[in-house]
């Protein structure tokens, strides 16, 4: 069973940077696309980004260029780069696992998932 542990939300200014940090445990080594997506109050939950098993990256368009996904293999921990944050930013944000080959943008095709880490952007 695959376990993810979000870190490092918190409360920043408009045009700071955060990192967020997602450690996997319990059969990572099976987990072919990664994935991070968010929550904001009173919305559905978006794709943010995706990592392939072969490090081929995927980005939402309100995202692209100010975020970038990668991971530490060795350390089982996926991370997401938030540079230029904005008031609209602020969500939970929660990584996720896809089981399966092939990047998806859809919350549903992702079978795990974190408890979510809280993203605060103030103007």
């Known amino acids: 069973q695959v376990q993810l542990v979000e870190s490092g939300g918190g409360l920043v200014q408009a045009g700071d940077s955060l990192r967020l940090s997602c450690a996997a445990s319990g059969g990572t080594i099976s987990i072919p696309v990664m994935g991070w997506f968010r929550q904001a109050p009173g919305k559905e939950r978006d794709f943010v980004a995706a990592?392939?098993?072969?490090?081929?990256?995927y980005y939402a368009d309100s995202v692209k260029g100010r975020v970038t996904v990668f991971k530490d293999n060795a350390k089982n921990t996926l991370y997401l780069q938030m540079n230029s944050l904005k008031p609209e930013d602020t969500a939970v944000y929660y990584c996720a696992a896809r089981g399966v080959l092939g990047w998806s943008s859809r919350s549903d095709e992702y079978a795990y998932w974190g408890q979510g880490t809280q993203v605060t952007v103030s103007s």
């Open positions: 990592i392939n098993w072969d490090g081929n990256t």
